[in-house]
């Protein structure tokens, strides 16, 4: 379970708006890798509230799900950058 201050610090980490990918959510089959979202809110047991590209919106577990957060980056060019593969 987070302590307190790990669940002000996600807080602080993931305001309101922030674009997220998943990478992996525990036992969520139809939620795959690579789907983006954008943070709503950050509850006080430390799970993540998105609003999914599928129209889901099942939190992220920080202590069993991976994500990443997309940068301002791939955002400004309409998400995952590289996806053409090598040139």
């Known amino acids: 379970m987070l302590g307190r201050e790990e669940i002000r610090k996600l807080k602080e980490d993931y305001p309101e ?21 954008t943070v709503r809110h950050v509850d006080d047991i430390g799970q993540i509230h998105i609003s999914w590209e599928n129209g889901s919106s099942l939190p992220v577990n920080t ?9 301002p ?14 040139k």
């Open 73 to 86: 980056q791939e955002e400004q060019d309409g998400g995952m950058c590289g996806m053409d593969g090598p």
């Open 17 to 37: 708006g922030t674009q997220i990918r998943l990478l992996r959510m525990n036992g969520e089959e139809q939620m795959p890798s690579g789907m983006q979202g």
């Open 63 to 71: 202590e069993e799900d991976e994500f990443e957060m997309v940068s």
